[in-house]
């Protein structure tokens, strides 16, 4: 099973500055089932991006996500104050066919 | 618009059986895949398994077999996931959400289920 290690666990930042989040699996990972979500508190996840880098619709410019292999990147470049909130990367393993979400990085407000 | 509507709130106790559903709406149900997602309080998500809604066929994670079904109603375009011998550690928002096929990501999600096991 491939387990997703994101970092880090909590992130503190200001508004307009740039955000860095990593996750990085235990074995390479198919870049088409590569996918982050944002989730603010009661409520569900949103989708943010998926196929590692390819926006949801809907999803401003400011989120970008990157990365190949083992290590995938999602930059939010200029924090607005409604970004604030816990973000899940998620991955599709076809053996046995699964998915499996990485533990969150909690992005706060400093 | 896209929709998927969840059940309310559940209290269960010890052993006993839930299931919630997730009505879907605004979309062809048949063209989409369902999945269950669970998040115990102040935790990460947790996968739990898909429905095909066009032909029945389920997959399960593995932790879940044996104590989860998922059935779909293509009559009422509504899914549900019955959850078996609860515990404690089953209290959790369950979440439904749904894939186009072959796609890996999930692009709407319901509204969240809690389910709360306690004696």
């Known amino acids: 099973e491939i387990v997703l290690t994101q970092s880090p666990g909590t992130l503190s930042l200001s508004p307009g500055e740039r955000a860095t989040l990593s996750c990085r699996a235990s074995?390479?990972?198919?870049?088409?089932?590569l996918t982050w979500y944002q989730q603010k508190p009661g409520q569900a996840p949103r989708l943010l991006i998926y196929?590692?880098?390819s926006r949801a619709t809907g999803i401003p410019d400011r989120f970008s996500g990157s990365g190949s292999g083992t290590d995938f990147t999602l930059t939010i470049s200029g924090l607005e104050p409604e970004d604030f909130a816990v973000y899940y990367c998620?991955?599709?393993?076809?053996?046995?066919?699964?998915?499996?979400f990485g533990q969150g990085t909690n992005l706060e407000i400093k | 618009q896209v929709q998927l509507v969840q059940s309310g709130a559940e209290v269960k106790k010890p052993g006993a059986s839930v299931k919630v559903s997730c009505k879907a709406s605004?979309?062809?149900?048949?063209?989409?895949?369902v999945h269950w997602v669970r998040q115990a309080p102040g935790q990460g998500l947790e996968y739990m398994g898909i429905?095909?809604?066009?032909?029945?066929?389920?997959s399960y994670a593995q932790r879940f077999q044996g104590r989860v079904t998922m059935t779909r109603d293509t009559s009422t375009s509504t899914v549900y996931m019955e959850l078996s011998g609860l515990r404690s550690e089953d209290t959790a928002v369950y979440y439904c959400?749904?894939?186009?096929?072959?796609?890996?990501?999930?692009?709407?999600w319901g509204q969240g289920t809690l389910v709360t096991v306690s004696s």
């Open positions: 959400a749904r894939e186009a096929p072959a796609t890996f990501h999930f692009d709407f």
């Open positions: 605004g979309y062809i149900f048949t063209t989409y895949f």
């Open positions: 429905i095909n809604p066009s032909d029945d066929r389920t």
């Open positions: 074995q390479s990972v198919s870049s088409n089932s």
């Open positions: 196929a590692a880098s």
């Open positions: 998620q991955q599709y393993d076809n053996s046995p066919p699964q998915y499996t």
